[in-house]
């Protein structure tokens, strides 16, 4: 019997790919790891606490409310984006011109940069120059996003709502096209409506897309930071100060690099068990079905 020579020599192949990540993810993480139990006051002095910086971070009135905050935020653009991307992909043409040009315009504003999505949209809300803006003050809508907290908080929504359902409905659309046309065929012999298409051919074979662009959504949502930043400056007040916010204002504004450390392994925890929670619950409802 002749014995199989195992040539492990194809690990070498792989290598470069292990070292840049180790680089790029696995060092800063063990830096931060090394921080968040340390009290730094300059890069020569430092002092062990522990897990002095995690109890106080705990116990943070800050992370609190910017964690319910950041909760509520991402929910209510899961709530709106999920659905609508959906109403957009089953409004979308599906042969011919008309289905590339829609591609085209619905994925223009995934291709711009954060930072200019904040910007359109500060200009765009304010009411001496702003379409968005005067035209809520010509219909009497008292609307001020830099001095009112609920007008910066359904601006902040409105933003993102028009960055990212673009993403969904794109990824609803290839769900939709992914379909064999033998389920329609036979969905008009029966004469099926439309609404039972829908429910019982379209949605279920949607569920696995749906999946892929809930999480992805709720995680960006959770870590959302340029947006409003550019936006609102996370105001007025603290209205629209979301976690990562309050992180980069405890590490850089305040240099308290210790609790912000401790802090960024907080937040990163939360958003891993989160999404489990969240892909854990939604495979089960699948598997139910």
């Not at 002095?52 to 935020?73: C, P, T």
């Not at 929910?75 to 829609?102: F, N, Q």
């Not at 949209?121 to 304010?126: K, P």
Request: charge should be neutral; glycine fraction near 6%.
């Amino acid at each position: 019997m002749q014995t199989k020579v195992e040539n492990n020599k194809a690990w070498l192949l792989v290598m470069p790919v292990f070292l840049i990540v180790a680089f790029s993810a696995i060092i800063p993480l063990m830096t931060v790891v090394n921080y968040s139990v340390q009290d730094i006051f300059d890069p020569q002095t430092r002092y062990f606490v522990g897990t002095e910086w995690f109890k106080q971070v705990m116990l943070d009135s800050r992370l609190h409310e910017a964690l319910l905050r950041q909760f509520i935020y991402s929910i209510t653009i899961l709530a709106i984006e999920v659905p609508l991307g959906i109403c957009v992909a089953l409004m979308m043409p599906t042969k011919g011109r008309g289905a590339s040009l829609a591609l085209i315009l619905v994925a223009i504003p995934l291709l711009i940069p954060w930072n200019v999505v904040g910007t359109i949209w500060q200009i765009f809300g304010r009411a001496d120059i702003g379409l968005f803006g005067a035209f809520m003050n010509y219909i009497g809508v008292d609307y001020n996003y830099a001095s009112n907290p609920t007008d910066a908080w359904l601006t902040v929504v409105l933003m993102d709502v028009w960055h990212w359902t673009p993403l969904i409905a794109l990824l609803c659309y290839s769900g939709l096209r992914a379909i064999p046309e033998v389920y329609y065929q036979a969905a008009r012999i029966d004469q099926a409506s439309r609404w039972a298409v829908f429910r019982h051919i379209q949605l279920p074979k949607l569920a696995n897309v749906l999946v892929i662009g809930m999480l992805l959504r709720f995680m960006d949502s959770f870590m959302i930071y340029t947006e409003p930043f550019v936006l609102t400056g996370g105001g007025p007040g603290s209205s629209t100060t979301f976690l990562s916010q309050a992180l980069v204002q405890q590490a850089i504004g305040q240099f308290d690099l210790g609790p912000a450390a401790a802090f960024s392994l907080v937040y990163f925890l939360i958003i891993l068990l989160v999404c489990w929670v969240f892909y854990t619950t939604i495979m089960n409802m699948q598997k139910d079905k």
